[in-house]
């Protein structure tokens, strides 16, 4: 399930797609909303075309489409932030904005951050920046690292709602820490755009509403903060953005290359944003609530069955660790046999002890195709070894003796 080709997908029933003669259940789409599905979505796309042409060659500095003003606009008002800046990737945020926002100072990286704020951080280090790596969520040595630290800007970087555990940092926290020490936090939340949102008494679940992202979920402004996340998961389009000041917005479109110097997002990508923004505002909540109800069929399914996995947010990332990383062939082989399509997390891409897959859940999976993955989990359960709370258990107390 590494590189594989899909050879078609079937948007009338569910998410399901064929690899060569096998067709799957798709568990593996971060289109969390089901908007690469939603007919809406689908059938605004040709007027823009008409109008737009299939893809405007300007980069953003030459010439931006009215589309990127409105989009903006719109986001802005979601958000709630005092600006946003779009540009084509994350990718291409991180590898340009943060060696802008760290200079020659300190970046701050959780020591599970995404792979491309990783790199990000990188390139910022070949700039001359300092950069050093605090254990995941543990703010006692984040707050050890700023302490000791004397170069200045400083920058905290890290997930939002983490890509393999499915857990959210404590914003509140990171908040007081970057505001005693003077840092800028720099928060990616590819996965929780979309997903989670400002809370209310009447949200349909606690996943809140609107989908407007971490900040706003935990009920912070974005004082200190920089948040960084895309359209490509939720809203299921090729663009992405920054929530800043609008003095570092105009810094940026100078600075940080991508404005001047790459190409912009297809317009299907920003027709696709707009009517989904559109469709967010009319239907996202009872998407987000649909996401809830499935995400919560399948933990209480590992729960029952007593299987491992980080999860404790109720966020749809479900990861699941093997008990013996050798088993992620046949692992890996029972589950395409079985008909359902997930993210193998392997060694080296992950340590040995976190190999294992991730199970994604969005508001387009059918009930029926959640009905096969809980009755896959329980046969897995039998046949391979997962980690069960025992097995954890001493393997936390292994891990804690050899420090
Ligand atoms: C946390 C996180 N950041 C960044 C990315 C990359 O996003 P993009 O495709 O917009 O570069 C991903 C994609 O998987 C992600 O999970």
């Known amino acids: 399930m590494l590189d594989a080709v899909i050879d078609e997908v079937d948007i009338e029933h569910g998410r399901r797609i064929r690899v060569g003669d096998q067709w799957l259940f798709d568990f593996a789409s971060c289109n969390y909303l089901g908007f690469d599905v939603d007919r809406e979505i689908i059938e605004a796309v040709p007027e823009y075309l008409a109008r737009w042409g299939t893809h405007p060659s300007w980069s953003r500095l030459l010439g931006s489409p009215v589309l990127y003003e409105q989009i903006e606009a719109r986001l802005t008002e979601l958000l709630g932030s005092e600006d946003s800046l779009l540009l084509p990737t994350i990718t291409h945020i991180h590898m340009s904005v943060i060696p802008v926002l760290a200079g020659s100072g300190t970046i701050f990286l959780d020591g599970r951050a995404h792979k491309t704020i990783y790199d990000g951080a990188m390139v910022a280090k070949g700039h001359g920046a300092t950069v050093l790596r605090f254990r995941h969520n543990d703010y006692d040595h984040l707050e050890e690292l700023l302490k000791t630290s004397t170069t200045t800007p400083k920058v905290i970087a890290m997930d939002g709602v983490n890509s393999m555990t499915g857990n959210a940092p404590d914003v509140r926290e990171l ?113 987000r609530f649909e996401m809830y109800r499935k ?73 029926d195709e959640i009905d096969l993955l809980c009755a896959v989990l329980g046969e897995m359960s039998e046949r391979f070894e997962l980690q069960h709370g025992r097995h954890r258990e001493l393997m936390l107390q292994a891990r804690a003796a050899r420090g």
């Open 175 to 287: 908040v007081r820490l970057a505001q005693e020490h003077d840092a800028l936090l720099y928060i990616d939340d590819a996965h929780g755009f979309g997903v989670i949102g400002e809370r209310g008494r009447d949200e349909l679940c606690h996943y809140g509403k609107r989908g407007n992202s971490l900040v706003r979920h935990q009920g912070q402004t974005y004082d200190n903060i920089i948040l960084v996340a895309g359209f490509s998961k939720s809203y299921s389009s090729l663009l992405s953005f920054l929530a800043l000041p609008t003095r570092l917005k105009d810094v940026l479109k100078v600075a940080a290359p991508p404005y001047l110097f790459s190409g912009p997002s297809p317009v299907a990508s920003l027709a696709t944003t707009l009517a989904g923004l559109e469709v967010n505002e009319k239907r996202g909540d009872l998407y």
């Open 295 to 367: 995400t919560k069929r399948v933990l209480d399914r590992l729960n029952k069955l007593d299987i491992y996995t980080p999860n404790r947010s109720g966020y749809p990332l479900i990861e699941i660790p093997l008990a013996r990383h050798e088993d992620i062939d046949p692992v890996g082989r029972y589950l395409f046999e079985r008909g359902i399509y997930v993210t193998m997390a392997a060694y080296p891409l992950v340590p040995k002890d976190e190999v294992g897959f991730r199970v994604q859940i969005t508001a387009a999976n059918g009930d």
